[in-house]
């Protein structure tokens, strides 16, 4: 948090006849930023820009873009893909090959890189971010959709990164009509996953936090069923949602950061501290155990490396499928806007605290603190 600040930077330049320059008119706070603020993802360095949700005006058009005008209103994705690589091809945009100008830290962490996102370190490509008042976006065509009319910039403003990754685990994870699905965490993404697996016909859609405010929001806008962890039983409560059976489908929308009452959380919180482990993974642990034989566990919250006691003995055991993907924004985008159009999808709740870029700090202490019931800080260059 020391190292935030707000600042002149270069205006972005066109280096590709493929990028668009977009003018910003809404940039938002995300929990991912979080885990690069904290220093649990180290790959930031100093001028670096943050921000990956946001919305815009097209100022700018290189020679080879086709979709886009000057003065188209966008939104964009949060990760830079080509449009054209073999992962491009089956729609696992998160995954492009071509996307991540500096692949070589993720592969050496991961075995292969992911595609690139911006403001999210050098790690991910070292694009410039969107906390900005402009800013560059490589394949415009790919990664900049065109807002309907009947669509506001509040509400597209989500549909850039939280929207797409709500409903990719629950898309991913396999919601079906009749499902009882369980979510953990409660801030935008966690709504989002919850507020899809409804749209996608769950029977029962129940979220886990411990922020009644953000539980509040959950029942009121994605009609999910609140249960606030440190007051409730989860355990029991998703057995009695469930005839004793366990929840079809468990999303875990919570990430590196989690609290947890009880010496588990003291227990990862020092080995994180140490080094020991990169993440604090209590939710995912939480999730493979309460998830029906049988059933499926999608992690969205972002994870950076090793976690330990990991429950390798339940998830094969039970017969889980567990999987995680950092959102294929490209995939959801023009279908999630439609459902914006549409009003089945709401988003704007979301932004609770709207302010000037020049309030960034402010809004990022309190996205950080959860003060004053904020969920997510939008800010306007
Ligand atoms: N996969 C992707 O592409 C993608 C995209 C965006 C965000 N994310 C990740 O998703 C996660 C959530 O993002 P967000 O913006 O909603 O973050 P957020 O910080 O606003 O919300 C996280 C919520 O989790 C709750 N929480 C903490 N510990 C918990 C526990 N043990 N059980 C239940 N709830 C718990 C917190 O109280 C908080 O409300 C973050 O890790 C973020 O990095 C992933
Ligand atoms: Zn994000
Ligand atoms: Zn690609």
Known sequence: MNDLAVRDVPDPEMRNEQDIVV??????TCGSDLHLIGGYIPFMSRGDVLGHEFVGEVVEVGAQVRKHRVG????????????????????????????????????????????????YSHAMGGFAGSHAEYIR??????GAFTIPDEVDDLRALFASDSAATGWMGADLGGVKPGDVVAVW?????????ARASVLLGAERVLIIDRYDNRLDQAAKFAGAEPLNYVRDDVGAALLEATGGRGP??????????????????????????????????????????????????????????????????AMMNKGLTVRGAQMHGQRYIPMLLDRMARGELVTEHLATHVMPLDRGVEGYRMFKDKEDGCVRAVFEP
């Open 185 to 193: 965490g409660a801030g935008a993404v966690g709504q989002m996953a």
């Open 72 to 119: 188209d209103r966008v939104v964009v994705s949060s990760f830079v893909s080509c449009g054209r690589c073999w992962f491009c091809s089956q729609e696992l945009y998160s995954l492009c090959d071509n996307g991540n100008t500096n692949p070589a830290i993720t592969e050496s962490m991961w075995g292969f890189a992911p595609g690139g996102c911006f403001g």
């Open 248 to 313: 079809d489908v468990c999303i875990e929308a919570v990430g590196m950061e989690a609290h947890r009452p009880g010496p588990q959380h003291a227990y990862d919180q020092v080995k994180q501290q140490l080094r020991l482990q990169t993440d604090r993974p209590s939710a995912v642990r939480d999730a493979i155990y309460q998830a029906r034989k049988g059933g499926s566990v999608f992690v969205l919250g972002v994870y950076a490396g090793f976690v330990d006691k990991f429950p390798l003995g």
């Open 137 to 142: 976006v490589p394949f415009g065509d790919v």
């Open 23 to 28: 003018k910003v008119r809404k940039t938002v």
